[in-house]
Structure formats: C-alpha cells, structure tokens
C-alpha cells in the first residue's frame, strides 16, 4: 500500500487502539499520525504500519489547524 499524506487511519493496537487519525508523514518505517486533540500536529507520534488499518480516504492537510482536523476525524468516526 502506499502511503500518502492526508490518509485516514484507524489505529488497531496500542493504547490509541480504536482511535481515528490522520497520516502526517513517514520517518523510518514509521508512520507519522495526528488526531488533533492528543497527538497535534506539530507533535505527531510514531507508529508501526502494522498497527494501522487504512481506510482508503484521504483528506487535505494543507492550512488545516488541529481544531478542524479534530472535528474531520470526529465526523468520520461517527459514520459507519
């Protein structure tokens, strides 16, 4: 799978299991993601691909503040 910027993804291991965010970046093998409320953007914490499940939608993280990324992901998760 490749792995874009603005890529919504579920996390399915670790202590934000369940919790919706967004791809920020790549670093090492790593995958850089964000909600918005704990894990700003300025701040996105590190994860193993293999602890993510890709959603397949992408959003535009250009000019979007952490509020308006919170509120994204809160209407995504709501949706089936």
């Not at 959603?55 to 994204?72: E, F, M, Q, S, Y």
Request: glycine share 12%; aromatic share 4%; proline share 2%.
């Amino acid at each position: 799978m490749d792995i874009q910027k603005g890529m919504i993804v579920k996390a399915v291991a670790g202590r934000d299991k369940g919790g919706y965010f967004a791809v920020c970046g790549t670093e090492n093998g790593m995958v850089l993601i964000a909600d918005g409320k704990a894990r700003k953007l300025e701040t996105p914490k590190r994860k193993n691909i293999r602890h993510l499940k890709f959603t397949g939608k992408i959003i535009g993280l250009n000019d979007i503040t952490n509020k308006k990324l919170k509120n994204v992901l809160t209407e995504f998760a709501g949706t089936p």
